[in-house]
T-cell receptor
Framework: GDSVTQMEGPVTLSEEAFLTINCTYT??????LFWYVQYPGEGLQLLLKATKADDKGSNKGFEATYRKETTSFHLEKGSVQVSDSAVYFCALNQAGTALIFGKGTTLSVSS | NAGVTQTPKFQVLKTGQSMTLQCAQD?????MSWYRQDPGMGLRLIHYSVGAGITDQGEVPNGYNVSRSTTEDFPLRLLSAAPSQTSVYFCASSRSPGEGVRGYTFGSGTRLTVV
């Protein structure tokens, strides 16, 4: 079945450092890909999305590009802030099926 | 504010007790689902519904029941709580299960502890 694999954390960075969180997927067909973010004590929020190959999703300085050839959707940010500390989930879904999540990556940014 | 409302936010149960986690949305979404979040496991789908009167099982349905009598509400019932059901539960909704545009809207979660 479809699945998502993301790098294990925690990821610990200093403020203004470059962030990459790796995400790869296994799926039949052409899924839509998502990154969700969960701030402490809150539910998940959609961060960005891409619905077809070579699409780039972006939001709040975060970016991810849908790479069909490598089945990847890595999350990047050029300069992280303390306020970016959260758990990040990569997810996919296809028409008619539920969202499938990776296990989540905890990011901790210190000043 | 429009969104998904979950109650209660916190609950402690004794083993063997039953309870219902409430979930309501006011966006007229057809699709609703329940996930549980456990450390190192990500979010796993428990049950879902594609519309009023229609429900189906997800990845980890054992020990849970659901019903969908209205579009707005999708309660999750624990029949006889077990310590393995200690988790954070999230309800989510969208216009369709394969929502590729707006993603899902999540509630703020219910933290359940079974002792």
């Amino acid at each position: 079945g479809d699945s998502v694999t993301q790098m294990e954390g925690p990821v610990t960075l200093s403020e203004e450092a470059f962030l990459t969180i790796n995400c790869t997927y296994t799926a039949t067909g052409y899924p839509s890909l998502f990154w969700y973010v969960q701030y402490p004590g809150e539910g998940l929020q959609l961060l960005l999305k891409a619905t077809k190959a070579d699409d780039k999703g972006s939001n709040k300085g975060f970016e991810a590009t849908y790479r069909k050839e490598t089945t990847s959707f890595h999350l990047e940010k050029g300069s992280v802030q303390v306020s970016d500390s959260a758990v990040y989930f990569c997810a996919l879904n296809q028409a008619g099926t539920a969202l499938i999540f990776g296990k989540g990556t905890t990011l901790s940014v210190s000043s | 504010n429009a969104g998904v409302t979950q109650t209660p936010k916190f609950q402690v149960l004794k083993t063997g007790q039953s309870m219902t986690l409430q979930c309501a949305q006011d966006m007229n979404h057809e699709y609703m689902s329940w996930y549980r979040q456990d450390p190192g496991m990500g979010l796993r789908l428990i049950h879902y519904s594609v519309g009023a009167g229609i429900t189906d099982q997800g990845e980890v349905p054992n020990g849970y029941n659901v019903s969908r009598s209205t579009t707005e509400d999708f309660p999750l019932r624990l029949l006889s709580a077990a310590p393995s059901q200690t988790s954070v539960y999230f309800c989510a909704s969208s216009r369709s299960p394969g929502e590729g545009v707006r993603g899902y809207t999540f509630g703020s979660g219910t933290r359940l502890t079974v002792v």
